[in-house]
């Protein structure tokens, strides 16, 4: 494993130039937060998960907003707090495995930063989730079934990130970032190679 030098940065390797903020988008369990904390420290840029962002605000968990105010009320703070990441420096921006379907959601980070999509398979996301009761849209009789349900409905709306990169099962988190920063280096315009 690389050595990681004292100002967040890898002291062996390329040093990377991030020109634009990189969101990472997919299903809950697809490993947004872990590989965007790891993408970051290895770029030495800001990581934000938005959804923690959202309840540092509100003093709340995610499923006690969905609880006390609704999915629609909290789907505008979500988009409320990408668009003010969004306008800050580069960085990395892990979000809701929901934030990616809103038409505005998607119109905002193509224009001032690009979703990079963390493609994992439905096995691997199941995995993932299934001992967890940190998920509010899996408190259901059947959760696979409706991780099976979202994950179709939603599959066709990441395909429009401009970046997608498929996870693979048995990767590391090193593995899994590596696999990104390789993918973005092959868009100049979001990042390149010092």
Request: hydrophobic share 40%; net charge negative.
């Amino acid at each position: 494993m690389p050595n990681v030098g004292g100002h967040n940065r890898m002291t062996d390797g390329p040093e990377y130039q991030l020109h634009r903020t990189v969101v990472l988008v997919g299903m809950m369990g697809s490993g947004k937060s872990a590989i965007g904390r790891a993408m970051a420290e290895r770029l030495g840029v800001p990581f934000v998960d938005s959804d923690a962002a959202i309840e540092a605000a509100a003093a709340l968990s995610i499923a006690e907003i969905f609880e006390r105010d609704g999915e629609a009320f909290f789907r505008e703070r979500e988009a409320e707090v990408l668009r003010r990441l969004l306008s800050g420096p580069p960085g990395i921006v892990s979000t809701g495995g929901g934030a990616f379907l809103a038409e505005r959601n998607r119109t905002a980070i193509s224009e001032m930063g690009v979703a990079l999509w963390l493609d994992a398979d439905l096995d691997t996301l199941w995995d993932r989730v299934r001992h967890k009761d940190t998920r509010p849209l899996l408190r259901t009789p059947n959760p696979k079934q409706t991780l099976t349900t979202i994950y179709n409905e939603r599959r066709p709306i990441y395909e429009h990130a401009g970046v997608r990169l498929q996870v693979a099962r048995d990767a590391t988190i090193e593995d899994t970032t590596q696999s990104a920063l390789d993918a973005l280096i092959s868009r100049p315009d979001i990042m390149e190679i010092t």
